[in-house]
């Protein structure tokens, strides 16, 4: 992809971190049906990087994700966005932190069917009162290769175009993080690897910071690190991902499970 002259402005120095979970646990139920979906997980994502999270079904990434974005409560530990403690909010002050904060890309691209692809991509500013950065939403469009879809609807748009405008809509308001639960689930491998790369790129062209759940090797490879989960815990931290690294990682995983 070109980088066009503007693509610098205003982008935020990626130093430091965006998020971290710090001995976070997360239970479901009581009693017989208890289940300790997260066990003291403690991991911190840094600003400006792309990072997947990576594990069984079962193993917790989906509720990592969902307590870090304040999606979910926690049952004891710290999640913090920025230096904002998430367990100390309440759900007004939840809404606004996610509105403003976070942005979000998840397998169903979530579009309204009765808006066009800019408005789908402005709706979060336009329910929060905010006026776009008009430079920046060009920069945004251009760079997901909407500039010539913007007024389709979403039943107008091949599956991969929808996940664009999706991925445009995580941007546009200049989150602190952008969390992103399996967003190429529902594409095919062209579409996926189309977002991926647009994911990777707001990451080292707009200095965005990324953290993807996903199941699949290839997808974790575009991340910049891959954090593994298995049974509620942080097992793992694979730097500089490569496919077969990661599948000889998943596989290795595989066999202590079997043979422990």
Same mark, same amino acid.
């Given at each position: 992809? #070109?980088?066009?002259?503007?693509?610098?402005?205003?982008?935020?120095?990626? #130093?430091?971190?965006?998020?971290?979970?710090?001995?976070?646990?997360?239970?479901?139920?009581?009693? !017989?049906?208890?289940?300790?979906?997260?066990? =003291?997980?403690?991991?911190?994502?840094?600003?400006?990087? +792309?990072?997947?999270?990576?594990?069984? =079904?079962? =193993?917790?990434?989906?509720?990592?994700?969902?307590?870090?974005?304040?999606?979910?409560?926690?049952? /004891?530990? =710290? /999640?913090?966005?920025?230096?904002?403690?998430? #367990?100390?909010?309440? $759900?007004?002050?939840?809404?606004?932190?996610?509105? !403003?904060?976070?942005? +979000?890309? +998840?397998?169903?691209?979530?579009?309204?069917?009765?808006?066009? /692809?800019? !408005?789908?991509?402005?709706?979060? %500013?336009?329910?929060?009162?905010?006026?776009? $950065?008009?430079?920046?939403?060009?920069?945004?469009?251009?760079? @997901?290769?909407?500039?010539?879809?913007?007024?389709?609807?979403?039943?107008?748009?091949?599956?991969?175009?929808?996940?664009?405008?999706?991925?445009?809509?995580?941007?546009?308001?200049?989150?602190?993080?952008?969390?992103? $639960? !399996?967003?190429?689930?529902?594409?095919?491998?062209?579409?996926?690897?189309?977002?991926?790369?647009?994911?990777?790129?707001?990451?080292?062209?707009?200095?965005?910071?990324?953290? %993807?759940?996903?199941?699949?090797?290839?997808?974790?490879?575009? /991340?910049?690190?891959? @954090? +593994?989960?298995? $049974?509620? %815990?942080?097992?793992?931290?694979?730097?500089?991902? *490569?496919?077969?690294?990661?599948?000889?990682?998943?596989?290795?995983?595989?066999?202590?499970?079997? *043979?422990?």
């Amino acid at each position: 992809m #070109s980088q066009p002259a503007t693509l610098t402005t205003g982008l935020r120095a990626p #130093s430091g971190f965006a998020a971290r979970a710090t001995e976070l646990t997360k239970v479901y139920g009581e009693g !017989e049906t208890r289940v300790v979906a997260l066990d =003291s997980v403690s991991v911190e994502f840094g600003r400006g990087r +792309f990072t997947a999270i990576m594990g069984p =079904s079962g =193993s917790g990434k989906s509720t990592l994700m969902h307590c870090m974005a304040g999606l979910d409560s926690l049952s /004891a530990g =710290s /999640a913090r966005i920025g230096d904002t403690e998430l #367990s100390g909010l309440g $759900d007004r002050q939840l809404t606004t932190l996610r509105r !403003e904060k976070i942005g +979000f890309v +998840f397998q169903a691209f979530n579009l309204l069917p009765t808006l066009n /692809a800019l !408005e789908n991509i402005t709706l979060p %500013m336009d329910i929060a009162g905010r006026r776009p $950065d008009q430079e920046w939403l060009e920069l945004i469009v251009g760079t @997901v290769g909407l500039a010539g879809r913007l007024r389709h609807r979403p039943s107008q748009l091949s599956g991969g175009q929808q996940q664009r405008v999706a991925v445009a809509r995580a941007l546009a308001g200049r989150p602190e993080i952008i969390f992103a $639960d !399996e967003p190429t689930g529902n594409l095919d491998s062209r579409s996926g690897a189309e977002i991926l790369g647009f994911l990777r790129d707001s990451v080292r062209e707009l200095g965005q910071t990324v953290v %993807m759940v996903t199941h699949d090797p290839v997808a974790a490879s575009y /991340a910049d690190r891959v @954090v +593994f989960l298995a $049974d509620g %815990m942080l097992i793992d931290d694979l730097p500089a991902p *490569t496919a077969e690294a990661v599948l000889d990682r998943m596989r290795l995983f595989d066999t202590e499970g079997r *043979t422990s």
